[in-house]
């Protein structure tokens, strides 16, 4: 697989929605893929006040595609085994220094450490490749004590913190 693919594909899911299965499985040689990509977006709207260990639940679906993201939870359950993108985004502007982290089954893979200690704003992303199986579980939650993350301010675009992934390649 070409590293070309892979935006390729994407293009695909965008834009032409079933057109996105034939070049899948010719793309990536893998005829027996699922039959729907998985891919979810998620984004913060409102101000969260968090406590320690406390997981993130992004309040805005803008897509789920195979129903992986769990709403009520703010978890991602991997719906197929595969190597999955996953990527996390945070800002914060209320002069603390919280810590986030990316979680997979219970164990933390890295961090998002925003530093609030000037009087800037702090921003921070983390992309990971991850092989996941069926039923694995990813999310984002607070490592470090309470701290705020804004979330859209009521702005129409102001979208600050989000949670994204989706299955570069099915693996049988």
């Given at each position: 697989?070409s590293?070309l693919?892979v ?10 929605g079933?057109?996105?299965l ?14 729907l990509?998985v891919?979810?977006s ?8 968090i ?9 805005k ?19 197929v085994?595969?190597?999955?993108l996953?990527?996390?985004t ?6 603390v220094?919280?810590?986030?982290e ?30 996941l199986n069926k ?12 701290a ?19 299955c ?5």
């Amino acid at each position: 697989m070409s590293i070309l693919h892979v935006p390729l594909v994407l293009i695909c899911l965008l834009n032409y929605g079933e057109a996105f299965l034939e070049l899948n499985t010719a793309a990536l040689g893998n005829p027996t893929a699922p039959s729907l990509p998985v891919a979810f977006s998620t984004a913060l709207q409102k101000t969260l006040t968090i406590d320690a260990q406390q997981t993130l639940v992004f309040d805005k679906v803008l897509t789920n595609v195979g129903n992986g993201y769990d709403l009520q939870s703010g978890k991602f359950t991997a719906p197929v085994k595969g190597l999955y993108l996953i990527t996390a985004t945070a800002l914060n502007f209320y002069h603390v220094s919280p810590t986030l982290e990316i979680v997979q089954n219970n164990i933390s893979l890295v961090d998002l450490f925003l530093d609030g200690s000037g009087h800037q704003n702090s921003a921070m992303t983390q992309t990971l490749i991850l092989m996941l199986n069926k039923g694995d579980l990813v999310w984002v939650r607070s490592k470090t004590d309470a701290a705020k993350l804004s979330g859209s301010a009521g702005q129409p675009t102001g979208v600050y913190n989000t949670f994204s992934g989706y299955c570069i390649q099915y693996i049988e």
